[in-house]
């Protein structure tokens, strides 16, 4: 493995870590009366695998499950933290919460919390790039969840960028569960993939838990696009380690198979890689989680001090 | 002056606009099919035939307006919309506001509704003030050639999603417009289109023509009626409609759509809130029932209004001050 490697892989586990201890201490806000929040905890790898294969000019569509996303991407956790506490410094003044959060500065555009909103607009933002907007070459990414592939926008998306040819990745984190609803309860096996390959677009499916298949099945998507300008499809298999929205006691939760994945920890993966390969030792790996919980802690302080949006202005943003 | 129908007035806009900015493109069910020309000229990149699915492509009509482009969705029929509620009303209406303005959606939703060809309450549903109710939405319809022009064009400039209702009963009816066709007509602003000093009659789209044939008939009787086309919906040209009240003392609002929440209920609401002073009598609404367009020619025209209920309305209201004027006790009469 090559120095530029190792060091996406810890810089990868700091990002995976931090994401981890932000969407945690989000929890803890909750327990203290914070709007609900939606977390990825255990989809780690997916965000930053995908994320880390794009490159700044292209565009992403996420969903309500989004901090992962963005922080991958680069984005502030006090704008964040901000913005779910309803601040005027988060990254829509206060107008999103958790659920929308865009930050067009970083591509991250028309988050959407509708399950299949992201899927709806993804081709038009691909289609404008196809027909000259934004930068050369750049292709856009719609991560969306399983639930979002059963419904009808699914397939009505998937089948419109194949038809036009867009440049756009479809990125789906099947991390079984819709809500409160088991995967199984809704769609065959292997379902997905195999729904996205009927319209004709080339799909991969891997191990969402493991950075490096992520990264490098996103890597090698995202350049049959640039190459060929069709779509393509990523099944990410994966697990949502959390309840659907904080507070969540999960009784409704099968305990083995969250123990089997709580095994499969993509973080604990991770580490354990590097660790065996000697690419960190033990003392790496602490300073590492002493800056996440130094940013995390500077995070919340910046969140909370900043001020909430002046009443008055609370029809801002309409129209344009 | 020149004449032409809607339909004409409707693609010579969507020509012109095309002409002028290479932003804007033409999406939906048949557009390619229907306008060769357009293709012709534009390419067929810009001018896109879609499949069969309403929600894509009212959706991608709005990723592509926050993207940079300044997509015209043609989504045929009125009640096709219901299946493209979450892009125009979840997305185009709301994510401007939800990312602290960080998005605009240029785009303009085109959709035909109204009487006239017995079509059926499936293609044939005057929803428009379910989308007036939509924050962050723009609603137009118009009633004649010129507007249908000059308001497409002002909707295509804007940088506000505008939903764009064609009335089916005016497609084909033809009037004037002007020779240059350069000018556009501006959204939120209500045309006069008759002046008179007894009666404000407020409509849109086919009503309007309702409210002018009876106002001619008024006029033999001496009742002078003012006829107020409103032309957009939303933004709502208020002042129009309340300096026209105030002129006149009375009101009647006429629509073909449901009165339920319509409207005309929005325009009575506007009325007792801001000019109920100015009001001689109460404020009357001639809408269509709150039913499923029938498919029979002889139902489907029971359910719109006529110029003779106007007329019949426009009439109570002038008798109406003369009852309340005799049951007035004189102040002479007074006890002291």
Known sequence: MSAIEVQRRLQQLETMLLIRAYEEQLVVLQRKGAPGTCTSVGQEACAVGVIDALESRDRILTNHRSAAHLIARGADPGRLMAEVLGRSDGYCRGRSGSLHISAAELGVVLTSTIVGGELSMAPGVALAQKMGQGEPGAITAVLFGDGAACEGIFHESVNLAVQWQLPLLFVCENNQWQAFVHRRETMADEAIASWARGHGVETQRVDGNDVDAVFEATTRSVARIRATGQPQFLELVTYRLRGHVEPDDQSYVDAAELAYWQGRDPIHLLREALLASDQVDAAGLEATQTRVERRIAAALAFAEASPWPEAATFTDYVYA | ?336
């Open chain 2, 1 to 336: 002056m020149a004449r032409m129908n809607a339909e004409t007035a409707i693609h010579q806009a969507l020509r012109d606009e095309m002409q002028r900015d290479a932003r804007v493109l033409l999406m939906g069910e048949g557009v390619a099919t229907k306008h060769p020309d357009l293709v012709g000229d534009f390419g067929a990149a810009r001018v896109r035939n879609t499949p069969l699915a309403e929600a894509i492509i009212a959706g991608s009509a709005v990723g592509a307006a926050a993207s940079g482009l300044r997509p015209v969705v043609d989504m045929l029929f009125a009640p096709f919309l219901a299946y493209a509620m979450d892009a125009l009303v979840n997305s185009a209406g709301k994510l401007r506001y939800l990312s602290g303005g960080q998005f605009q959606f240029p785009m303009v939703t085109l959709a035909m509704t109204g009487s006239g060809w017995c079509v059926g309450a499936q293609h044939n549903h005057n929803l428009e003030a379910m989308f007036v109710h939509a924050p962050g939405l723009q609603v137009v319809m118009p009633s004649e050639p010129a507007d249908f022009n000059g308001l497409l064009k002002s909707a295509i400039r804007s940088d506000n999603p505008t939903v764009f209702f064609v009335d089916i009963g005016l497609l084909h009816q033809e009037g004037d417009v002007p020779d240059d066709l350069s000018q556009t007509v501006p959204l939120g602003c209500a045309a006069v289109r008759r002046t008179g000093t007894d009666v404000t009659l407020v409509a849109y789209a086919k009503t309007v023509s309702v409210c002018m044939q009876a106002a001619e008939q008024l006029q033999a009787v001496g009742v002078e009626a003012e006829v107020i086309d409103l032309r957009s919906l939303k933004p709502l040209d208020e002042d129009a409609v309340l300096a026209s009240l105030r002129k006149t003392g009375r009101l009647i609002v006429v629509q073909e759509a449901s009165g339920v929440c319509g409207i005309a209920a929005e325009i009575a609401a506007l009325a007792a809130t801001r000019a109920f002073g100015a009001l001689r009598a109460p404020v009357a609404r001639i809408t269509g029932p709150d039913a499923p367009s029938a498919s029979s020619w002889a139902l489907e025209q029971a359910a719109v209004p006529q110029p003779d209920e106007v007329i019949r309305a426009a009439l109570g209201l002038m008798r109406h001050e003369s009852a309340a004027a005799r049951r007035q006790p004189s102040r002479a009469a007074l006890p002291n």
